[in-house]
């Protein structure tokens, strides 16, 4: 079965923004600036990339 994967690459720094964006960019994985991570495209993924979209890119990846 194959499933969609999402990837997500930080360009925007975390310094100074609202700390729970902060803990979400860590719980993505994402931790400098350019750090590019892999995750599958579910719902929480997307909620959790939907509050820090203004730190982020997204581009969709079909496994």
């Known amino acids: ?9 930080l360009v925007k ?9 902060c803990k979400t960019l860590n719980a993505l994985g994402l931790r400098r ?3 590019v991570v892999v995750k599958n495209d579910t719902a929480s993924i997307r909620g959790m990339i939907n ?3 203004y730190l982020v890119e997204v581009e ?3 496994k």
């Open 13 to 21: 720094s975390a310094f100074g923004r609202v700390p729970k964006h």
């Open 60 to 62: 969709n990846e079909v």
């Open 51 to 53: 509050k820090v979209v």
């Open 1 to 9: 079965m194959e499933s969609n994967q999402i990837r997500i690459k």
């Open 33 to 35: 600036i350019d750090d």
